[in-house]
């Protein structure tokens, strides 16, 4: 079980891409109306890492699409009925009121590492629910360190439309020529207790965040790349927060000419001196980074304190 809490500093950078579609707005680009910046959600994050835990690793998922023979989706609770029935187990013993509840609720954690991390809504069908909060949290908007201006680009589809067969259709995408995008999140040992997650699941979590970012492949999606992880690992429930906000973002070029890693630095001091004082409260800060990064002066993420690199 997980007997430290710890915090996680994630950036990454996004190249001619879309890093988070808002359906609500034809998948653009999702953008801070007021500031300009990039912003992507804590579901985006989580989905890239759920889908290299399916995908590299083979581990069963709560959260994902399960078709049923006759080509439909499978309903959660149906889901959650097959689990059961395999274990000759009831549904209802997920009622908190029975009590059976906490080895029907140790079944479904045991069997998903989403729910493990992630916690989890699960419909059970008739009126009861189950709601997990999971040990791990990212913020709800991750940012980007600048401004952003997406771009339109126009291609032409495979297959022409119904209303001109002898013509092929047109399509208009928007993507962000550059984002470099800092993520924070939490992992809270206290509601590991409830969920089980464990050690290795941590260290599976960073290794879908760093790893994950690198298997987003998809039109929209490739041109990410995963460049700076911090994981601090504290002795008690102590953590510093809001870690993105403790690196500054050093361009040597304006916001809409940003291109590559090589147009800014990142600045860590401040993030040392943090660091610095509740060096007590600390036992580890793991970090991996890509090599073609830059540091205002030379500061890396090796040279905080209690460095120590992250293998993954």
Known sequence: MLNERSEILFVYQVKDANPN???????????????????????????????????????????????????????AFERL???????????????????????????????WIDVRTFGCVMPTGGKRTVTLTGPVQFSGFNRSFHKVEPMTIQGTAAFPSKAKQHQRSFREDQILPYACIGVYGVVNEIASRETGMTEEDRHLLLEGLWKGCLD????????????MLIHIKY???YRIGDLTQRIKFIGNVEDNKLRDVTDFKLDLRKLKEDIKKVDDKISAVEYIYDDRLRFEGNLSPADLPKAKPLSL
């Open 21 to 75: 579609g808002d359906p609500l707005e034809d998948n653009k680009p999702r953008t801070d109306p007021e500031t300009g910046v990039a912003t992507v959600t804590d579901v985006r994050i989580k989905r890239w890492i759920r889908d290299y835990w399916r995908d590299r690793l083979n581990k069963p998922i709560w959260i994902i699409e399960d078709w049923k023979e006759d080509g439909t989706l499978k309903e």
């Open 81 to 111: 009925d097959e689990l059961m029935k395999k274990a000759k187990k009831e549904t209802k013993e997920i009622d908190s009121s029975n009590p059976k509840f906490k080895e029907a609720l140790a079944l479904v954690s045991n069997t």
């Open 216 to 227: 987003l492949i998809s039109r929209s999606k490739f041109g990410h790349q995963p460049l």
């Open 235 to 237: 002795n008690d429930g």
